[in-house]
Every structure is written in structure tokens, then in C-alpha cells.
């Protein structure tokens, strides 16, 4: 019996019943255009779910790839970009590398790192990304620091900035 059927006797006592996952009303047919099957997983229908999960198939262009799917990973925001060359299996690519890639009007190298100034790896404005050409040591440069909690400090409690200790 493969893992699959020895999950569905284990669960429903039945290794033939197969239970619909995911919400339904949000996505009822599958994103691929003019494919008007009902939607299983991912906004896919069977046929093309198990087709990107196989192949990644990143060549359905007909879907709005750019506004499809978002998600956090290990803190970092990834965005579902299928067609960039350095997408992961299941097409994502983090943020913060989309963002450095537009600022400097091209894709990154696989040397190439983005660090986040600040340390916060969900704050990806231009101003707290830098490019760096090898791997970063861990953790933030104590100065990149100290100016964040000015920052900070500026916006939310201006009047601690210039109390005397």
C-alpha cells in the first residue's frame, strides 16, 4: 500500500475516500485560463496542480503570476514569481532579492545577498536593503543599529531622544 492510501485507511477507515481540502468559495475553478475545472489546490484543478508540482510548470502565462501568492518563510516574505530564473521548486522568490534586483536593474548573482539594515527581514524598503557580494556574517553591524533605534525613537518617542541621563 503507498503512503497515500495508508493515510486515507488510517484516517477514514476507507482507503478509497478522499476528502476535498482547502476553501473552495474563495477560488471555485482553476487560475489557468479557459480551463474551467473545478479548483483543488493552489488555485490549480488536478491536472495542473500536479503539472506545477511536478514540473514547476512555469509557462502558464495566462495567469496573473504577479498578484497570485504570498507567504512567510523562516521570516522572510516570499512572493510566487514561477518565471524568475531563481525561483524555488514551488516558484517563490524572497522579497527583498526582488527588490534589489529592481534597484539595480537586474537579476542577482548566486554570490550576491541582500542584507537587511535594520535586522527586521519583513521590512523591505529600498532604504534598509544593501547589497552584499558574499555571505553576511550574523547578525547587524552594531552602527546599522544604533540608527535604527533613532529612527525609531524619532517617529514614536521623540521626547526620549532628548531627556538627559
Known amino acids: ?61 495566462s495567469v496573473d503570476w504577479a ?27 524572497r522579497e527583498h532579492r526582488l527588490v534589489m534586483e529592481e534597484m539595480i536593474g537586474r537579476y542577482l548573482e548566486p554570490i550576491e545577498n541582500v542584507h537587511h539594515k535594520n535586522g527586521n527581514r519583513k521590512d523591505n524598503r529600498p532604504e534598509n536593503l544593501e547589497l552584499w557580494s558574499v555571505k553576511q556574517p550574523k547578525g547587524q553591524r552594531v552602527e546599522d543599529k544604533v540608527k535604527y533605534a533613532i529612527e525609531i525613537l524619532e517617529r514614536y518617542a521623540p521626547e526620549l531622544l532628548h531627556k538627559e541621563i
Not at 82 to 92: A, M
Open 1 to 61: 500500500m503507498c503512503a497515500a492510501h495508508a493515510k486515507r485507511l488510517k484516517v477514514h477507515g476507507d482507503i478509497n475516500k478522499v476528502m476535498p481540502r482547502g476553501n473552495f468559495a474563495k477560488q471555485p475553478i482553476c487560475v489557468i485560463k479557459d480551463c474551467g475545472k473545478k479548483h483543488t489546490a493552489l488555485g490549480f484543478c488536478q491536472s495542473h496542480y500536479r503539472d506545477f508540482i511536478t514540473f514547476c510548470d512555469k509557462h502558464k502565462d
Open 67 to 93: 498578484s497570485y501568492g504570498q507567504r512567510i518563510d523562516k521570516g522572510y516574505v516570499e512572493l510566487y514569481r514561477p518565471n524568475h530564473p531563481w525561483c524555488s521548486k514551488k516558484g517563490y522568490v
